[in-house]
């Protein structure tokens, strides 16, 4: 699609005081478009290269792929790998020792969960059978043991819960049943401990539970742990540097009615106690929570509390303070989504109810830079003729001066806005290049840029994001977000 955002000139100042890095500055920025739709469901994994597979997953509730995808980093692109034999939906993505990857069982239909298990070796692209499963299971969960083996446990056939857990071992691809466990269970919270047991918490069995348990991989076998302090599902949990196990979020029940949990809570492996920790700024269920490099853990999307529909809220937790702190909302709302961190510790998300095919990274909060305050300027990569009248934004104190805009910016036929961005300061400028029309954000991206270096940006429109923009010409905003300056022009797409 061809179409050109035509600027007339105007005044853009970018004011940076550089400060802590706060969560509230991290980043969304687009991360390349999915080839199938939504992938709510679906499973995903890191691979040993810093790419990404995201296999399998449904659309809103009618239909299950077997296809697959593969994201470059380095690229920023996605690219289709081999389908797997069959589809999975409700399904992890398990990452093995030797480098493939695990998708056990999961839903081959919106009800139907299926025996089969598949794995997916990335020096090959290709798929190969990981034997079938003792139980069809779909919303189970399953990890990696310290022994190469995979733990899988619980998951549902409708509404009727499986009896136990199993393991496979990739020396034989044979699937074995553990000894029975206390509580069956779905759509749980799991959890390998630094001493290779495996705590699984939570979940549902015709009601909410709020009870725990653990794994022995040495002799097989389950023994109950300390309950929940409250009684949830779609529940997420990850390992602390310190060994603890923070869970957080999830879907409670008050009576009758349903609501998303903003409780937190750490279990201490070595006292086998629940203690709480702070709760989240708003309810999460269905969600991601994933650790970051720097021993932070980030909750992204999920369900909100009202009518179950996808929300964008991102939070960072904090185990030094127990604190949750707001980070930039998610550019689309998503539930049931994969989140990966990459090896430049970005987070990736992607798929999910709501997700479509926008795929979004987010950045660490950017080094603080003790310089004065740094001036910024946008120019765009062609001209031509201003069909709109920016809004001048007010002078700002500490501005050591004004950038000019030029004339245009031009869409590409792939729905790309490239911009080039300067910065004239004693030190780096910092800040977020967004598009919108009206509220709506079409496209944004992190800046950072070291003084007198310029450099091109690049807006990538969603196919969402173009089926926004009018053929006639779409009125939108180019903002930087940090400065709180802004320019409003027409974008047009080619006829």
């Not at 492996?269 to 490099?293: F, I």
């Not at 120019?379 to 000019?404: E, M, N, Y």
């Not at 910092?430 to 944004?444: C, S």
Request: with cysteine; net charge positive; proline share 7%.
């Amino acid at each position: 699609m061809n179409g050109r955002l035509v600027l007339s000139t105007s005044l853009l100042m970018l004011a940076l005081v550089p400060g802590p890095a706060q969560a509230s500055n991290w980043i969304w920025s687009s991360a390349g478009s999915l080839m199938q739709s939504s992938r709510g469901g679906a499973a995903g994994a890191r691979l040993a290269d810093g790419s990404v597979l995201i296999a399998g997953g449904a659309d809103y509730g009618t239909i299950v792929f077997s296809s697959a995808e593969r994201y470059d980093p380095a690229k920023d692109r996605w690219s289709k790998v081999e389908s797997m034999a069959g589809p999975h939906s409700q399904a992890p993505g398990i990452v093995l020792p030797d480098g493939r990857v695990l998708v056990p069982g999961g839903r081959k239909t919106v009800y139907d969960p299926t025996k089969a298990a598949e794995v997916f070796d990335p020096k090959t692209g290709h798929w190969s059978s990981a034997g079938t499963m003792n139980e069809a299971r779909g919303y189970h969960n399953a990890i990696l043991l310290a022994d190469g083996r995979v733990l899988a446990v619980g998951g549902d056939a409708l509404y009727d819960v499986n009896t136990g857990a199993e393991t496979w071992d990739p020396k034989t691809n044979v699937w074995t049943s553990t000894g029975p466990v206390k509580q069956t269970r779905y759509d749980a919270a799991i959890a390998r401990l630094h001493d290779g047991r495996v705590l699984i918490a939570g979940g549902w069995n015709g009601d909410e539970l709020d009870s725990a348990e653990l794994f022995d991989p040495v002799t097989n076998t389950w023994s109950a742990a300390p309950p929940l302090s409250e009684a949830r599902m779609s529940l997420q949990s990850v390992v602390l540097p310190d060994g603890r196990v923070l869970v957080a979020g999830g879907s409670g029940r008050n009576g009758l009615t349903p609501f998303m949990s903003r409780t937190a809570e750490l279990f201490d492996p070595a006292t086998g106690k629940w203690t709480p920790t702070g709760s989240l700024n708003v309810g999460h269920a269905g969600a991601t929570l994933s650790m970051l490099p720097d021993g932070r853990a980030v909750i992204v999307g999920g369900y909100d509390n009202t009518v179950f529909a996808a929300q964008s809220a991102t939070e960072i937790y904090d185990p030094a303070t127990g604190t949750w702190t707001p980070a930039g909302p998610l550019l689309r709302a998503r539930s049931s989504h994969i989140a990966e961190v990459l090896l430049d510790g970005s987070l990736l998300v992607a798929g999910g109810y709501g997700g479509d095919e926008v795929v979004e990274r987010l950045h660490p909060a950017p080094t603080p830079i003790a310089t004065p305050t740094p001036v910024a300027t946008i120019a765009p990569t062609a001209t031509a003729t201003p069909t709109a009248t920016p809004d001048p934004p007010a002078p700002r104190a500490g501005v050591s001066k004004l950038a000019r805009l030029p004339k245009s910016l031009t869409l590409t036929r792939a729905g790309t806005l490239s911009v080039k961005v300067s910065c004239s300061a004693v030190g780096a400028c910092q800040d977020t290049l967004v598009l919108k029309a009206g509220k709506t954000v079409l496209a944004k991206t992190p800046l950072k840029l070291v003084k007198g270096k310029a450099q091109t940006f690049k807006l990538k429109l969603s196919k969402g994001s173009l089926r926004k923009v009018s053929r006639k010409g779409t009125k939108v905003t180019l903002e930087l977000t940090g400065a709180r300056s802004s320019v409003k022009a027409t974008l047009k797409r080619h006829r």
